[in-house]
């Protein structure tokens, strides 16, 4: 019999001025959601769990030092080592820890910054099947265009944590239905 997961931690942002978030869909953090204990190559066992649950395009690096977003894709992020603090949602949003095994989910249009990290700090990320790349840093003109494609990205078909059916899923699909 395997543990229960424990919902994902969610935050919503509102847009401030310059960052226009997401309106609909909340930023979904879960919590040690990839275990990597006793794991000696966390960024393949992460990138395995992203492969297998259908999340496309994975890569490796770090989180930008400045605030930015995506305005025609959803996002995940995994921390597989190290430590960072995080502001999400522009601003005006939320300054967060993360470590590793944490998952975050940004929704399309949310932004995000890294204030601070730790010099081993390896972070993996990878988008849904559906949706198209961009970098937005804020400016007035990227803003027009994303509050126009922002609702036009198609919600995930899988969880990136559980595949499937899991939370995000069932978290942004009651969500958007509204």
Request: hydrophobic share 35%; with cysteine.
């Amino acid at each position: 019999m395997s543990a229960r997961r424990p919902a994902p931690e969610t935050y919503l942002f509102k847009d401030d001025g310059s960052i226009p978030n997401n309106p609909d869909l909340p930023l979904l953090i879960y919590r040690n959601g990839i275990s990597l204990a006793g794991t000696p190559d966390a960024e393949t066992r992460v990138s395995d769990v992203l492969k297998d649950n259908g999340w496309v395009g994975i890569w490796r690096n770090g989180i930008y030092p400045y605030v930015h977003y995506h305005s025609q894709i959803h996002e995940a992020l995994v921390i597989a080592r190290g430590r960072a603090r995080v502001r999400f949602g522009g601003e005006k949003g939320e300054e967060l820890d993360v470590a590793p095994g944490d998952v975050i989910v940004l929704p399309a249009g949310t932004g995000h910054q890294c204030l601070w990290e730790s010099p081993d700090l390896s972070v993996i990320g990878a988008y849904p099947p559906s949706g198209k790349y961009d970098l937005c840093r804020g400016s007035k003109f990227e803003r027009e265009q994303a509050l126009a494609s922002i609702p036009q990205v198609p919600l995930p078909e899988t969880d990136p944590v559980t595949g499937g059916d899991g939370p995000l899923t069932q978290l942004w699909r009651a969500k958007s239905a509204r």
